[in-house]
Structures are given as structure tokens and as C-alpha cells.
């Protein structure tokens, strides 16, 4: 394995509110000699860019144009993705780094993009340049934590990841306020919320309806009620767990807000509403008003997992979550994730060629390694917590 000195990153969407986080994860660990933020934004692109200093520029582009992406990624050794929703932009971009001879690292967190990013595989291995889709928060941490829960036990049967909707926001930054449109991450929302999602279910590959209700036992936090969402996890998770029969991505909230969000995808999906008009109905959902002796739930970690199987032919769950989280509330814990992946593909730590899911490119022990540098932990070792119990 050699490490690269000199390495041009482009970040595209690199003044966007996962960008910006990117990018700042990326300048702290000192993986660039050249940054370029890539955006369509110059006044937040230059804001970000005089922040940030030293080796960050700015670089104008249209990212529905495949001349201005090949333009901006002329001379990079690696290209992020961090503009979304991935369903439209994602395909576009993956192909304009790889046609360019980019080593690509995005934060894809839509299924349907995800499958379609593995179409490039031998584009990639043609480049000899490493893709790695879905490195963010979740996907990306999240895959981390469930193949942790995983090495725990000897048979896998059930492997469930999931996120905390009180957590899934932007930290709000004065400099940088945010457009009247509702973002991105709203639409990608909406858009795993609706139609059907792929999942894996006995052992195989079928497309179910999203929102539906469950209940797990979560070890230390007991009884919890989730709800389904279409994510990339259940797509690549199954690949490199052998034996797996189930694997879903769970989302978290109160009963009220999902029973809205399953309404305006309704809407949705019967083309009463479109995809931008959905997205502003969820930014601001009409909240009922709460009971003052009204129980309060156990508050889940932003990400966790949760594997389920047998361990010296006992019945048992294993739950895996981070004790502590990055500065950034979302952005932090997207952000990180990317940059922990650029640092380990210019390190030579990455060394396997062709489209890939985290998982499958990282070793999780490794990562977290990384990732306890954000937190305010005193070692690599109490960066997670894995918590096992006797299954029901």
C-alpha cells in the first residue's frame, strides 16, 4: 500500500449543508494538497472556501451538464458526491468521474440509485479507480455498525439498521442560511417513502411497501416501535452477510408524523401532489398537540443496528450505536463518514478496484478508528457501544 502526497479532491455540492461538513471533515484530516469545492452556489462556494483556507478553492459547475462535471474533474484523483437526491443527480455524476478517471466516493442514500451505481462496475475496473456509493451517515456508518453486530454472533438471521428522526437535521448555520425550498434530504424523504422499496426478505431480494409498522426488542432499550423506509443498506448489506434472511432500514419517530408522511406519499404516488410540493407538506407537518402526562419514548441513538441470530446455539440480539456524535448534528455525522473514506482510499488502506458498498471496502474496525477522532471519546475502543441480549 502507498500514500499519495499530492491528491486533488473535487466535492460536488461542496456548499451544500452535507458538503460543507464534507469538505471541513476532509480539510481536518489533512487528505488534500488541492480542495474544490464544486457547486452551482459561488456566494456560499467562496464563503466556505475563505472558512476553510490554505489549499481550498471554489469551482463553478452545472451539474446536469456533463461537459461542466468532466470540466471540474479534469486532473482530480477523487470526486465526491454529495448533491442529491441521488435518484436524479447520482448516475450522472458517478459517470463523469469514472469516464475522467476519478477514484468516486459519494453519500447515496437512495436505493434505487444505489443498484444502479453497480451498472458502472466494469467502467470502474476499466479506470482502475475504486467507487465506494453510500458513505455517509446512512448509509455508511450505519452498514459500520451492522457488520460490527454481525462479528458477534455465529449465525446471522436478521440484520436491521437504523435512524432517529429527531436527529436527521441539519445543524443550522447563520452564514449559511437555508433556501426557501425545502432540501434535498426532504425530497429523498418523501421519495423513500413512497411507491415500493427494495428489501431483503427470506433469504432473497423483494419489493415491499415502506412505512409499515413494526416492533423490535432492542437490547438496553427494550420494546421499540420503527417503521420501514426504502434505504441502500438491505440492498448491499445481504452481499457480505452469508446466511442472512432479513435486513431492513428502520426509520424512528412518533406514530403521528409517519401516519402524515405515509398520507402526503399517497398523494404522492397518485400524482396529487409533486415531488417538491410533497417535499415542502413534510418540512412542515401539522404537530397535534401533546398531552402534558403523555409518556415520553426511550430517545434511540441517531444511528444503530441490530442483528439477530445465534451465538454457541443460544437465540441471541446484538445491538450496536455510537457513544457520542460529531459536531453537526446531521451534517457532521454524514460528512465524516465521506472523509474517513477519502483519507483510507489516499493512505492505499483502500486498495480494491470497481463499485462498491462500505462495507465491502472498509474494514469496520478501521473505520471507527477514524471515526473516534470526531468524537469526544478517550479511545478508539469506547467510540461504540454493542450491547447483547437473549432473543425473544
Not at 455498525?145 to 436527521?168: F, K, P, Q
Not at 398537540?289 to 441490530?306: I, S, T
Not at 478496484?353 to 472498509?362: D, I, L, N, T
Request: aromatic share 8%.
Amino acid at each position: 500500500m502507498s500514500e499519495s502526497s499530492d491528491w486533488t479532491v473535487v466535492v460536488v455540492g461542496g456548499a451544500g449543508a452535507m458538503g460543507r461538513y464534507s469538505v471541513r471533515s476532509i480539510a481536518r484530516l489533512g487528505s488534500a494538497t488541492r480542495l474544490i469545492v464544486a457547486d452551482k452556489n459561488a456566494d456560499y462556494g467562496e464563503r466556505l472556501v475563505a472558512e476553510v483556507g490554505g489549499q481550498c478553492e471554489f469551482v463553478a459547475i452545472d451539474a446536469t451538464d456533463e461537459d461542466s462535471l468532466k470540466q471540474a474533474f479534469a486532473g482530480a484523483d477523487v470526486v465526491c458526491g454529495t448533491l442529491g437526491p441521488f435518484t436524479i443527480f447520482g448516475g450522472p455524476i458517478m459517470r463523469a468521474a469514472l469516464e475522467s478517471g476519478c477514484h468516486y466516493l459519494d453519500i447515496d442514500d437512495d436505493w434505487q440509485s444505489t443498484v444502479e451505481a453497480f451498472e458502472n462496475h466494469d467502467l470502474a475496473i476499466a479506470k482502475d479507480v475504486t467507487a465506494i456509493v453510500g458513505i455517509g451517515s446512512s448509509p455508511g456508518f450505519s452498514n459500520m455498525l451492522a457488520m460490527l453486530a454481525a462479528e458477534a454472533l455465529d449465525e446471522v438471521e436478521n440484520l436491521y439498521t437504523g435512524w432517529n428522526l429527531r436527529d436527521a437535521v441539519a445543524e443550522e448555520e447563520p452564514d449559511y442560511p437555508a433556501p426557501d425550498a425545502a432540501p434535498a434530504a426532504v425530497e429523498h424523504w418523501l421519495l423513500q417513502c413512497a411507491g415500493t422499496i427494495r428489501a431483503w426478505e427470506d433469504g432473497a431480494y423483494a419489493d415491499v411497501t415502506p412505512v409499515e409498522k413494526e416492533v423490535l426488542q432492542l437490547p438496553e432499550f427494550g420494546e421499540q416501535v420503527v417503521y420501514s423506509m426504502g434505504h441502500p443498506e438491505p440492498v448491499t448489506l445481504p452481499q457480505s452477510v452469508p446466511g442472512l434472511r432479513r435486513s431492513r432500514n428502520f426509520q424512528v419517530g412518533p406514530d403521528w408524523l409517519l401516519d402524515y408522511v405515509r398520507s402526503v406519499a399517497a398523494d404522492y404516488d397518485a400524482g396529487r401532489v409533486s415531488l417538491q410540493e410533497g417535499a415542502r407538506l413534510l418540512q412542515s407537518p401539522p404537530r397535534p398537540e401533546r398531552k402534558p402526562d403523555a409518556p415520553r419514548p426511550a430517545r434511540l441513538p441517531y444511528n444503530w443496528a441490530l442483528a439477530e441470530g445465534a451465538k454457541d446455539g443460544r437465540r441471541r440480539s446484538v445491538m450496536t450505536y455510537p457513544n457520542g456524535e460529531p459536531q453537526g448534528r446531521m451534517g457532521g455525522h454524514t460528512g465524516v463518514p465521506l472523509a474517513i473514506g477519502v483519507e483510507l482510499l489516499r493512505r492505499g488502506t483502500i486498495t480494491a478496484k470497481g463499485v462498491m458498498a462500505p462495507e465491502q471496502a472498509v474494514d469496520p474496525h478501521v473505520f471507527i478508528e477514524w471515526y473516534a477522532k470526531f468524537l469526544d471519546v478517550r479511545d478508539a475502543g469506547s467510540a461504540i457501544k454493542r450491547v447483547k441480549a437473549d432473543a425473544a
